[in-house]
């Protein structure tokens, strides 16, 4: 299984419905639908080159018609009441057997236990985030340290996974791309075919280019906001936190940044700290 699932082959990915399939061929896709048989029977082969994973929107129990279909095509699993429906996710284990799957649930009150199962099937994780109150941030810093030291934690989580490695290998990275609510990456269709911005930007006022909206926003926090000018971490976050409410605050989730920033340096100087092999040295 891949680490993560990735929207980097094209400048725009569009997140549409099946219905919608014909309208957007030829384009790089997520496809969602809420049932399995749909999926199988319209996505034909000429339409699996531009999939980035398909979504179920729904969990039904039968899961058979995806077993062996489109071997190889990840597949993720939307859990939008995960205090209730996690267990739903037990119908989807053998999937793993030839799909990447991953499950996106939002960070609400249940969402902890719902990760737990998830991980403990194998299956990768992302987090819609929003803005956390304490609680909250204090259940995603406990299953922070689950995948920073837990052996038994083998799936990335997202945002954690991504966010640690780029910090990591001291590369630029952004959480609104992680997130996969980045404009300049994806639009999101709507069921009537209206396209609109990912994720938590479905209902913001976006005079200019949609693509250009992350950095005028980083750039008007810059301006206003004291407490991003002075984050540490504002190059990744680029006031992620900061919508829709500009007077969220950080506090807690900072300490979830400052854990991965401290966990990427242990991990950099425990690695530097290792003999080369044998025959490794230059001469």
């Not at 061929?25 to 398909?54: K, M, Q």
């Not at 039904?60 to 995960?82: R, V």
């Not at 709507?190 to 479905?202: H, M, S, V």
Request: charged share 25%.
């Amino acid at each position: 299984m891949p680490d993560s699932i990735s929207l980097s082959a094209s400048p725009i990915v569009y997140h549409i419905p099946l219905a919608w399939l014909e309208a957007y061929h030829g384009r790089s896709l997520i496809v969602r639908s809420t049932r399995p048989p749909e999926l199988v029977a319209r996505i034909g082969a000429e339409d699996l080159d531009n999939l980035a994973y398909v979504q179920l929107c729904s969990l039904p129990s039968d899961t058979d018609t995806l077993m062996h279909w489109a071997e190889g095509l990840a597949i993720e699993l939307l859990l939008e009441n995960p205090a209730e429906d996690f267990a739903r996710l037990y119908h989807y284990a053998k999937l793993l057997d030839n799909h990447p799957v991953r499950v996106a649930l939002p960070v609400v009150a249940g969402f902890e236990n719902a990760v737990k199962l998830a991980l403990s099937l194998q299956f990768a994780v992302r987090l819609q985030v929003g803005q956390p109150e304490p609680p909250l941030v204090e259940q995603l810093a406990r299953l922070l340290d689950d995948f920073l030291h837990r052996p038994t934690v083998a799936a990335p989580i997202e945002y954690f996974h991504s966010l640690l490695f780029g910090l990591y290998h001291r590369k630029p990275v952004s959480l609104w791309a992680i997130q996969e609510e980045d404009p300049a990456l994806i639009r999101y269709v709507d069921e009537e075919g209206g396209e609109r911005l990912p994720g938590k930007l479905a209902t913001a006022d976006v005079d200019a280019e949609p693509a250009g909206f992350v950095e005028r926003w980083g750039n008007t926090l810059l301006g206003e906001c004291a407490e991003c000018a002075e984050c540490p971490f504002f190059a990744p976050c680029r006031g992620y936190f900061k919508w829709p409410r500009r007077d969220y605050d950080c506090a807690g989730v900072k300490t979830l940044f400052d854990t991965l920033q401290q966990a990427a340096d242990e991990l950099r100087g425990d690695l530097g700290a290792v003999p080369p092999a044998m025959g490794d040295n230059p001469q």
